[in-house]
């Protein structure tokens, strides 16, 4: 199972992608966590301690690791370089694990004058490409707010397609966009989750806006989630409504995918 979550910034990607990775985890799976936005604060909302949160270095900084892949030094721009650089042994060398899960924080590429395609990027869209395809483990992507990364297709041969969606027009409009660009590159599995619902008007929103096959659960609006983020802990670890919440989204989501 390769799953990728995505939506407006602040309808609360990453603290849906944590607790369907925990999930996932106390059921015995391995679970590969990607971080690909760039807030990254997916090893926070996982609840990985402090001490291993602070080892953490982006791939995208990795400067000898991106020149020695790619073979370019880096710096300039309209440089020779590798299109097809080695990714195999990277998610299991630079990623970290706790509580059964391994974490693998992508970063973001800094485009100022360098258009898309660079080595940066070459590598990343190689090393998604590979955890995608290769990766026998259940992987579950946080990806960027919005719908960048989908030009880039980095996103091809995934399983499902998560576009989390609070009660507004613009993050509306956000999951119209993906789930248009995501068809392009293949994927066939493009659902919806309403995240931050306060009542029934809230509910009805959503599902008058987006098709009610589409979407696969609501999680209520909890002042729960904001609590853990002040506690620095995992929502997993203090949310007992929104575990139940997102347990029969992640089961719906199952009997959705592999049908």
């Known amino acids: 199972m390769k799953i990728a979550i995505t939506g407006k910034g602040g309808v609360g990607k990453t603290t849906f992608t944590a607790m369907l990775c925990r999930m996932f985890s106390d059921e015995g ?11 990254d604060n997916l090893a926070l909302a996982l609840g990985f301690p402090q001490e291993i949160i602070d080892n953490i270095i ?25 299109l097809n650089p080695k990714v195999d042994d990277i998610g299991d060398e ?9 974490l693998l924080n992508l970063g973001t590429v800094d485009k100022g004058g360098k258009g898309c395609y660079c080595p940066e990027n070459v590598l990343l869209k190689k090393l998604i490409s590979h955890l995608i395809l290769e990766n026998k483990e259940i992987m579950i992507m946080d990806m960027e707010a919005g719908i960048e990364h989908m030009g880039r297709g980095v996103a091809k041969g995934v399983d499902a397609f998560i576009v989390v969606v609070e009660p507004g027009i613009r993050s509306i409009q ?10 392009h590159i293949g994927v066939e599995n493009i659902f919806a989750i309403g995240n931050k619902v306060r009542n029934e008007k809230d509910m009805e929103y959503i599902q008058n806006n987006i098709n009610k096959e589409d979407i696969l659960g609501f999680i209520y609006y909890n002042e729960e989630i904001i609590d853990s983020d002040r506690r620095n802990s995992s929502p997993y670890d203090l949310c007992e409504k929104t575990i139940t919440e997102v347990k029969f989204i992640k089961e719906k989501l199952l009997d959705m995918v592999l049908k």
């Open 58 to 82: 982006p791939i995208t900084k990795m400067k000898e690791l991106i020149e020695e892949r790619t073979a370019c030094s880096l710096g300039g721009f309209g440089k020779m370089f590798k």
């Open 29 to 39: 799976n391995k679970v590969f966590a990607v971080d690909a936005d760039p807030d």
């Open 174 to 183: 956000t999951y119209e966009k993906v789930k248009k660009m995501a068809s």
């Open 94 to 102: 630079y990623s970290h694990k706790f509580n059964n899960i391994n």
